[in-house]
Structures are given as structure tokens and as C-alpha cells.
């Protein structure tokens, strides 16, 4: 099990554009958790997506959207690009079943520049 | 709304002296705390949560409710310690639908 993955791995946009990002979940996961992680900062929550619905929203503008497939893998998109959405995008997954911890699994993260 | 402070943004330990770094959290409901780890070039990875009472590579980590502190602590630091460590809260809302919320991290030089 290659863990969570995600791509691109890099991605050099220009101010306005849009961007979408993509992770695919620990193998018998089912729920996934987008965050945003600035230079020098920890990750901050974006949303969650469990059963293709969005389920929980962090404080991200509605320029930040998601979708799940039913193979449970996620995309994230960023409308009309600001310089200030230059981060690392981490992916993480977990298995809804287990109510008992809120331990995610982390994918190594998408860094995007917006020139 | 929740809340974690790691109020020491770099730590330097010589290998073999004990290591403690401070996290302190803001929740009025019932935590679930947890400590990740970013290894250099390496993905986030959890190192361990409160519920499991665990000790993980000579780290242990107690949830103090009185002083809203979960400080991650090891008697003998070794420079594999070295790495970016975040404190992390988990907050349930809506059922099963929950979140975590992370500090700003330290990063822990074990110097040889």
C-alpha cells in the first residue's frame, strides 16, 4: 500500500488562474481532509469529504472547492489564484469506521507557487 | 474555538540530555490530542495520541486538562529525534464529522 498519494508534486500557477490538486486515500479509507500548510505555519483544516459530500469547512473562502469520487479519492480547486494561496497542500485520509481516534494519514503534499 | 501553541518555534538538545516540547490547547469540550512528526523529506506521520497512553520511540506525551497542556517529553534525546514536531487538537462536530486543529510546530535539533 503506497499510503496516500497526491499530485501534482509541484505546480507553478500565475495570479488568477485556477488549480486542482488531486489525492487518493490509504487503501480502506473512505474519508478525506484537505489542509493548507503556509511557509513556517502548521497545517490549517480546509474541509472534509466523506460520502462525496462536503462535511466540514475550515475558514477558506468559497474560492477553495472540493469534490470526492466514489472510489473515495478527492480533488481540491482554488478559484481566481492569489499570491497568498502559496503553500504545501497536504491530503489526509482516515477510515470512518474507527470513531474511536481522529488519527489522519498524511500524503506527502502538493506545493503550489502563484507568480 | 480551538486553539494549540507550541511557544517554542526552534529547540536545541544535545544528544543524550532530556528533551521537552510545550504544547498548550484552548477547547472547551473533550480533547483528543495527538504529536506528528516531519522527518526531513519526509511526509507528516503521527507519533502519538493522548487516548493510546503510549510511548513511541522514547517519547511520551501527557494530557494535563487542568493547565490545557500536552507536552511531549524524552529522557534522552538522540539526533534521529531531530525533526519538525507539531502538536495537533482533534475537535468531533456533527457526529462522526471532526477536524484537526494544529499548533505552529517546533523544530527539534538534537545536536551531537
Known amino acids: 500500500d503506497a499510503g496516500v498519494t497526491q499530485s501534482p508534486t509541484h505546480l507553478i500557477k500565475t495570479r488568477g488562474q485556477q488549480v486542482t490538486l488531486r489525492c487518493s486515500p490509504k487503501?480502506?479509507?473512505?474519508?478525506v481532509s484537505w489542509y493548507q500548510q503556509a511557509l513556517g505555519q502548521g497545517p490549517q483544516f480546509i474541509f472534509q469529504y466523506y460520502e462525496e459530500e462536503e462535511r466540514q469547512r475550515g475558514n477558506f473562502p468559497d474560492r477553495f472547492s472540493g469534490h470526492q469520487f466514489p472510489n473515495y479519492s478527492s480533488e481540491l480547486n482554488v478559484n481566481a489564484l492569489l499570491l497568498g494561496d502559496s503553500a504545501l497542500y497536504l491530503c489526509?485520509?482516515?477510515?470512518?469506521?474507527?470513531?474511536?481516534?481522529?488519527?489522519?494519514?498524511f500524503g506527502p503534499g502538493t506545493r503550489l507557487t502563484v507568480t | 474555538a480551538q486553539r494549540v501553541t507550541q511557544p517554542e518555534k526552534l529547540l536545541s538538545v544535545f544528544k543524550g540530555a532530556p528533551v521537552e516540547l510545550k504544547c498548550n490547547y484552548s477547547y472547551s469540550g473533550s480533547p483528543e490530542l495527538f504529536w506528528y512528526v516531519q522527518y526531513s523529506r519526509q511526509r507528516l506521520q503521527l507519533l502519538l495520541r493522548h487516548i493510546s497512553r503510549e510511548s513511541i520511540k522514547g517519547f511520551t506525551a501527557d494530557l494535563n486538562k487542568g493547565e490545557t497542556s500536552f507536552h511531549l517529553k524524552k529522557p534522552f534525546a538522540q539526533e534521529e529525534d531531530s525533526a519538525m514536531y507539531y502538536c495537533?487538537?482533534?475537535?468531533?462536530?456533527?457526529?462522526?464529522?471532526?477536524?484537526?486543529?494544529f499548533g505552529k510546530g517546533t523544530l527539534l535539533t538534537v545536536n551531537p
Open positions: 489526509a485520509s482516515s477510515p470512518r469506521a474507527v470513531l474511536s481516534t481522529l488519527e489522519q494519514y
Open positions: 487503501s480502506g479509507h473512505d474519508t
Open positions: 495537533a487538537l482533534g475537535v468531533r462536530s456533527g457526529g462522526s464529522n471532526y477536524k484537526l486543529t
